[in-house]
């Protein structure tokens, strides 16, 4: 990323485009949820280390006390969520697309969205405070 795009706007834009496609996705799930043979799709999660480049390294935590822990981490495949699954419902006709399961997909979709602009709003607020008045 270049210097006028920080990583971080750079990782808030992607999130942005993704809950945008994610939402279009959802949108023409709810659209055919009575078209037979249907079955609903859904993006791949969205993580920030696969969009803002190499994935780092990670930070090991120093004990500088017999008491403190030791700051091993879990294996991160291990939370993975899965891509595809079965669905629970499906119509005699074929159809897959569980309204309630959407609508709960599109508000989560709705509550990052939130989430990711007020961020970016916060960061732009600290980059104006830190270059101060013009």
């Known amino acids: 990323m270049d210097a006028a795009s920080p990583e971080l706007f750079g990782a808030i834009k992607q999130r942005l485009r993704w809950l ?3 939402q279009e996705v959802l949108a023409r799930n709810i659209a055919n949820s009575d078209t037979p043979g249907y079955r609903p799709r859904d993006l791949r999660p ?3 280390a696969n969009t803002v480049g190499e994935p780092r390294q990670a930070v090991a935590m120093t004990a500088t006390t017999a008491g403190h822990l030791s700051g091993r981490r879990r294996d991160p495949a291990a939370f993975a969520a899965r891509v595809e699954r079965a669905p629970y419902e499906t119509a005699p006709a074929g159809n897959a697309v569980v309204l309630e399961e959407q609508m709960a997909k599109i508000n989560e979709t709705q509550v990052s969205h939130s989430v990711a602009t007020g961020l970016y709003r916060k960061h ?3 980059l104006k405070t830190a270059t101060g008045p013009r």
Do not use: C, E, N, P
């Open 20 to 22: 945008g496609q994610r």
């Open 46 to 48: 969205f993580t920030v």
């Open 124 to 126: 732009l607020a600290m």
